[in-house]
């Protein structure tokens, strides 16, 4: 599956912003997906995941509560809402996909097959 993220750009520390990653080549209802960001000079990092199937949803704790990843298999397309967007939130932010069973919500980097190029998000304070 090919992945495409977009919706980053630059926003103030408590704003919003959406990301979109669109998929070609396969479908992704077969796909738990993920959103994984890499801030400068640091590791690439867990930020949420969906499941398959049933919606379940994991998020790092520097998120949680304040993103929320959510997908729509008619188009093909996972979503993360950021909001109360902090200066650490700056990041390049990837979405991910793995084939797996339909509660799979593994936060593990490394568990995601295919990966899509990344949208740069800037937070100023």
């Known amino acids: 599956v090919q992945l495409q993220a977009s919706g980053g750009g630059l926003v103030q520390a408590g704003g919003s912003l959406r990301l979109s990653c669109a998929a070609s080549?396969?479908?992704?209802?077969?796909?738990?997906l993920g959103w994984l960001r890499q801030a400068p000079g640091k590791e690439r990092e867990f930020v949420a995941t969906?499941?398959?199937?049933?919606?379940?949803?994991v998020y790092a704790d520097s998120v949680k509560g304040r993103f929320t990843i959510s997908r729509d298999n008619a188009k093909n397309t996972v979503y993360l809402q950021m909001n109360s967007l902090k200066p650490e939130d700056t990041a390049v932010y990837y979405c991910?996909?793995?084939?797996?069973?339909?509660?799979?919500?593994?936060?593990?980097?490394?568990?995601?097959?295919?990966w899509g190029q990344g949208t740069l998000v800037t937070v100023s304070s």
């Open positions: 991910a996909a793995k084939r797996t069973i339909m509660t799979d919500t593994t936060p593990d980097i490394s568990t995601f097959g295919s």
């Open positions: 080549g396969r479908t992704l209802s077969s796909y738990a």
């Open positions: 969906i499941s398959r199937s049933y919606g379940v949803t």
